[in-house]
């Protein structure tokens, strides 16, 4: 089926770009690489939730235009509405302060980072907020996808 944004990309490839690209952030920081790893973590969390989008899509309907505009998109807060699950994550952050921290930390990234200098300090709290096994972004996210 074809997705919103692109030919030849389904859901499967998204979450396999979604963990690739995180254990490519691991790699890069490890390699003190800050501001790749930084783009490369909020990377996965944008495959991660256009995995959900495309959990959404029927194989055979034809995916309406306006929707699939808003899904050529890098913004995490636009593509967490899209994918419908904006209100469990209002939900959940209420009962788990730290998930709304983390998502406080990962909402900020944007494409345009992957021109800026990102700080040690700066990567790794992404990476953390993305990866925690309890209260991470990315693990939340893999639930719904």
């Not at 692109?6 to 501001?35: M, T």
């Not at 990962?106 to 925690?132: C, F, H, P, Q």
């Amino acid at each position: 089926m074809l997705l919103p944004w692109g030919s030849g990309v389904n859901r499967a490839d998204l979450q396999r770009l979604a963990n690739e690209r995180i254990s490519d952030a691991k790699v890069l920081l490890a390699a003190r690489r800050w501001s790749a790893a930084y783009y490369l973590a909020g990377y996965a969390v944008e495959c991660a939730l256009k995995a959900c989008i495309a959990k959404l899509m029927k194989s055979e309907e034809f995916p309406d235009k306006s929707f699939a505009e808003k899904c050529w998109t890098h913004n995490l807060h636009q593509l967490l509405s899209l994918a419908g699950i904006k209100a469990d994550l209002d939900s959940d952050s209420q009962i788990d302060p730290d998930l709304g921290d983390n998502w406080d930390i990962v909402k900020d990234w944007n494409e345009s980072s992957r021109y800026a200098a990102a700080t040690k300090a700066k990567a790794e709290e992404l990476y953390k907020a993305i990866i925690g096994k309890k209260h991470g972004v990315l693990s939340w996210i893999k639930v719904r996808w």
